[in-house]
T-cell receptor, first 116, second 114 residues
């Protein structure tokens, strides 16, 4: 059963718009980590953030912010004032304490297109 | 540090051929893994290794073999390539197999099986 759901397959925005990428996860573990990775058109995977299950503080890094809510099992990612360079596929991933050692469970990704 | 390197970057095979995708890391990471990425499927774990001499299967291991004779290298072997193995393959490494470790990914190998 899929444990990370990114319901938005593709999103298209115009530059300077704010955009939120949704991520819903499912796990029975009390200790787990959530990650976001960016995959630009060049193809590599770039680590963006890691959040553990005991830390529900929101995180802000420049134009990026993350909203972790255990009550709704969500870990959403917002880009403020989007730029063309933000165009990429974004993956949310889950790592469980009780899962296959070190295994990252990925969502299917959300393709973000930012148009000038 | 070169990080995680993969070779080749692109490969075309005919059905039935065998080949090895190379992966190396210079960060002295214990944990290494292979994922495949297919359109609309995200990344799925093929095999992983928690240290030299120790490997195990992931979600989609059929048709692939791995071995880990050194800490640095983790090659992925396709025994008899099939069109269903057309995919982008990513190797990753992390300090350990603990769930909190960030995984570092290689640049990927794009494989086409005709």
């Amino acid at each position: 059963a899929q444990k990370v759901t990114q319901a938005q397959t593709e999103i298209s925005v115009v530059e300077k718009e704010d955009v939120t990428l949704d991520c819903v996860y499912e796990t029975r573990d009390t200790t787990y980590y959530l990650f976001w990775y960016k995959q630009p058109p060049s193809g590599e995977l770039v680590f963006l953030i890691r959040r553990n299950s005991f830390d529900e503080q929101n995180e802000i890094s420049g134009r990026y912010s993350w909203n972790f809510q255990k009550s709704t099992s969500s870990f959403n990612f917002t880009i403020t004032a989007s730029q063309v360079v933000d165009s990429a596929v974004y993956f949310c991933a889950l790592s469980e304490e009780g899962g296959s050692q070190g295994n990252l469970i990925f969502g299917k990704g959300t393709k973000l297109s930012v148009k000038p | 540090n070169a990080g995680v390197t993969q070779t080749p970057k692109f490969q075309v095979l005919k059905t039935g051929q065998s080949m090895t995708l190379q992966c190396a890391q210079d960060m002295n990471h214990e944990y290494m893994s292979w994922y495949r990425q297919d359109p609309g499927m995200g990344l799925r774990l093929i095999h992983y290794s928690v240290g030299a001499g120790i490997t195990d299967q992931g979600e989609v291991p059929n048709g692939y073999n791995v071995s880990r004779s050194t800490t640095e290298d983790f090659p992925l072997r396709l025994l008899s390539a099939a069109p269903s193995q057309t995919s982008v393959y990513f190797c990753a490494s992390s300090y350990s197999d603990r769930e909190y470790n960030e995984q570092f990914f290689g640049p990927g190998t794009r494989l086409t099986v005709l």
